[in-house]
Nanobody, 124 residues
Framework: QVQLVESGGGLVQAGGSLRLSCTASERAFRNHGMGWFRQAPGKEREFVAT????????YYTDSVKGRFTISRDNSKNTVYLQMNSLKPEDTAVYYCAAAVGSGYYSRPTDYAYWGQGTQVTVSS
């Protein structure tokens, strides 16, 4: 079973940047599509970004396009989320997830493994 551990969250002012990391426990990670989701207080978990197993395909929710970049380093079993120009509405717990398949996916039901989450807080 793949275990995922996120890091890199924190408190940042609006307009600032953070880079989230998610490290998987197994080399099998490199065969999985990966995704980032977030959940704000009182709201449902929402899709943020996804990347295919090779990194060739990426997809973002509209609200983060041009500001966030998802990437992966399969030699390190790690996926990243670079977040620039952060806004207060980006405040949430961010979760990384490993998909059942090797493609890129935006639905939570396409993901079999989830990390514990890391808090991102953007102050105005």
């Amino acid at each position: 079973q793949v275990q995922l551990v996120e890091s890199g969250g924190g408190l940042v002012q609006a307009g600032g940047s953070l880079r989230l990391s998610c490290t998987a426990s197994e080399r099998a990670f490199r065969n999985h599509g990966m995704g980032w989701f977030r959940q704000a207080p009182g709201k449902e978990r929402e899709f943020v970004a996804t990347i295919s197993w090779s990194g060739a395909y990426r997809y973002y929710t509209d609200s983060v396009k041009g500001r966030f970049t998802i990437s992966r380093d399969n030699s390190k079993n790690t996926v990243y989320l670079q977040m620039n120009s952060l806004k207060p509405e980006d405040t949430a717990v961010y979760y990384c997830a490993a998909a059942v398949g090797s493609g890129y996916y935006s639905r939570p039901t396409d993901y079999a493994y989830w990390g514990q989450g890391t808090q991102v807080t953007v102050s105005s």
